[in-house]
Every structure is written in structure tokens, then in C-alpha cells.
């Protein structure tokens, strides 16, 4: 029984490989352009580390699923998770990553933790070239004191 499956399986993907040929043929993929809300690549359970000249990872960026937009420069990345090498980590439902702006911002909850304590808040905005964070509401932090 399991040589019978195996080989209905074998036959669908010989059948769906055929049809992708053949409806790439017959597309003239010149033609086609990248329209500014169309996705143009995504990631499904990824993980991507930033690594400084000396070959320390500086953070590393991980999450569910990440979908970016060429014509908008615009990334979304569902279920977030930032970690540093200074030891802060930062999770939250999903984040907006704007290029052309460089701005990180959400409306969901967002955890943060660091060497010396935790901060949450409802939404958040980011702005990487003036190294300004800010938390929109509902804001609890702990800190130890040491």
C-alpha cells in the first residue's frame, strides 16, 4: 500500500511540475512588473543575524513569518524576536519596518528584556536614525537596582 501512494505522489508532482512549465512558458515574464502592494519575497520561520567586522553577532532577528514590499519598502514581520549581544531581547505580535523612513513601529504589545530589568507597552515606534524609542501607551517597566 505504501509503494501505492508513493507512486500517486510521484505522478502529482511530475503533473503539477508540467503545468508550471507550461504556464511559464507561455508567460512573458519581461512583461511583468512589481506592483508598489505586491509582495515581492517572504520568509516563513526565519532567522537572521547581523554580524559586526570583528565576526560577533551583533543581534539576531527571528520570527513566524516575514513579508516585504520592494515597491513600498516596506517589511511586516509576524511574532517578532529580537536579541542582542548586549542582552536585551524584544518580542511583540508583529512589527512594521519601513526603509525609506527607517522606522520600526507597531500597535501591539510589545516585551522587552534587559540585563537589568523589563519594560512592556501597547505599540511602539522606533526611529533607527535618531536612536529614539518610544512607547505609545500602557507602559510597565521593572528595574533591579544593583
Known sequence: MKHVITLIVVLLLILLTTQVEDYLS???LGRV??????????????????????GNISYELSG????????KRQSRIIAPEI??????????????YDQTTREIS???DVF???????????????????NLLR????????????
Open 83 to 96: 536579541n542582542t549581544s548586549a542582552g536585551f531581547k524584544l518580542q511583540s505580535d508583529h512589527l512594521l
Open 112 to 130: 522587552i528584556t534587559a540585563p537589568n530589568g523589563t519594560m512592556q507597552s501597547t505599540g511602539l515606534t522606533a526611529k533607527l536614525d535618531d
Open 26 to 28: 507561455k508567460t512573458d
Open 135 to 146: 512607547f505609545d501607551s500602557n507602559v510597565r517597566s521593572t528595574y533591579q537596582v544593583k
Open 64 to 71: 513566524q513569518h516575514l513579508s516585504h514590499w520592494q515597491g
Open 33 to 54: 512588473t512589481m506592483q508598489k502592494d505586491q509582495i515581492d519575497y517572504y520568509l516563513v520561520d526565519f532567522s537572521i543575524m547581523a554580524v559586526e567586522a570583528d
Open 106 to 108: 507597531t500597535d501591539a
